[in-house]
């Protein structure tokens, strides 16, 4: 069964840094990752879709990078902003030939002013 | 841009009570969700439909959960006789032949 770890659970930054945030999951024999940014009470924003021939993926000022081989995915925010504060969460597929995703518990990140 | 769209965004039903959540998707998009998330825990998948039929569900899609596409643009996810566990964010989602997701902003259904 697919599982996803996020770490860390929670982190606060200074405006202006660049950060990492991790995501892991148990079975390399995906053929895509999902990074989200979720608001408060609201719903889910696609960030970024890397598939699983692509090693990083880039948008702005994220970027993502998988490692199947590994089970790691890291998400690179530069340069944070306060209207980066939300909750980033990352998903893969449940299982191979499946569409329905698997979450993480998400990373909520704080960009202080 | 497109959007996904749910409505209500709220829904207070009381236990026992049947509720319908409505959802359109992307107009071109071709594979629907329904995905939940109770307060403070992970998002959870329900179902997925895709040439109107289920093509995956989890354990918790049981007897008291249905879906359906009534015309060619409105997706809906009706339970039964809903309990107060159900209580929980439901969000649907749509996607193309290339995977991704785009979700809607989510019906908040508080079950008393």
């Known amino acids: 069964k697919q599982e996803v770890t996020q770490i860390p659970a929670a982190l606060s930054v200074p405006e202006g840094e660049n950060l990492v945030l991790n995501c892991s999951f148990t079975?390399?024999?995906?053929?895509?990752l999902q990074w989200f940014r979720q608001d408060p009470g609201k719903g889910l924003t696609s960030l970024l879709l890397i598939q699983s021939s692509q090693r990083e993926q880039t948008s702005g000022r994220l970027n993502a990078s998988l490692d199947k081989s590994s089970g790691r995915s890291t998400l690179y925010i530069a340069a944070s902003q306060p209207g980066d504060s939300a909750t980033y969460l990352c998903?893969?597929?449940?299982?191979?030939?499946?569409?329905?995703?698997?979450f993480g518990s998400g990373t909520r990140l704080q960009v202080q002013p | 841009e497109p959007e996904v769209t749910q409505t209500p965004s709220h829904q207070v039903t009381q236990m026992g009570q049947e509720v319908i959540l409505r959802c359109v998707p992307i107009?071109?998009?071709?594979?629907f969700y329904w995905y939940r998330q109770i307060l403070g825990q992970k998002v959870e998948f329900l179902v997925s439909?895709?040439?109107?039929?289920?093509?995956?569900k989890s354990e918790i899609f049981d007897d008291q959960f249905s879906v359906e596409r009534p015309d060619g643009s409105n997706f809906t996810l009706k339970i039964r006789s809903t309990k107060l566990e159900d209580s929980a964010m439901y969000f649907c989602a749509s996607s193309t032949d290339n995977y991704e997701q785009y979700f809607g902003p989510g019906t908040r259904l508080t079950v008393t």
């Open positions: 079975d390399s024999a995906i053929y895509n």
């Open positions: 998903a893969v597929p449940m299982d191979t030939g499946r569409r329905a995703l698997t």
């Open positions: 107009s071109n998009h071709l594979y």
């Open positions: 439909f895709y040439n109107n039929e289920i093509s995956e």
